[in-house]
């Protein structure tokens, strides 16, 4: 298998973990310990390589399947790895809080899970529609 291939099938996993943990419980909250314990802490340098890798390609074949935000996330971890990878195994787990990598690692492992689902053609959005933000679009339909 490829680089690439190996990033495909890790990338896909961890998807499925994460449809998973939205199907069960429903939003996935930033502190949840099953996606860091289970996935984030064990993600190292090479790992992250090769998802940014994979994304990087892909949005090249098909720009449709990345946002904005996707891009903005992707290229945050990108810069943090081109800075501290030389230093640290983990770098988007590292225990830094002038740095901020485990919120880049947060950010772009929810848009990989969306990426893959719109690759996937599933749309299975990250936020919980039981709670009412607002009756507004109710008064007009």
Not at 58 to 85: C, G, R, V, W
Not at 96 to 102: E, P
């Amino acid at each position: 298998m490829t680089n690439i291939g190996l990033s495909v099938d890790i990338a896909t996993r961890i998807t499925k973990i994460l449809n998973d943990q939205i199907l069960k419980s429903g939003e996935i909250q930033i502190n949840n310990s099953v996606i860091w314990d289970g996935i984030l802490h064990k993600m190292d340098n090479s790992i992250w390589r090769g998802i940014i890798e994979m994304l990087n390609l892909l949005n090249e074949q098909h720009p449709d399947m990345l946002s904005i935000t996707d891009l903005a996330n992707i290229q945050d971890a990108e810069k943090l790895l081109d800075k501290f990878e030389d230093y640290y195994e983990s770098v988007l787990d590292m225990p830094n809080r002038h740095v901020g990598a485990k919120k880049v690692a947060w950010r772009t492992l929810m848009s990989t899970r969306e990426i893959i689902c719109r690759c996937w053609n599933m749309d299975l959005p990250n936020n919980n529609t039981g709670k009412v933000l607002s009756n507004y679009g109710d008064l007009f339909e």
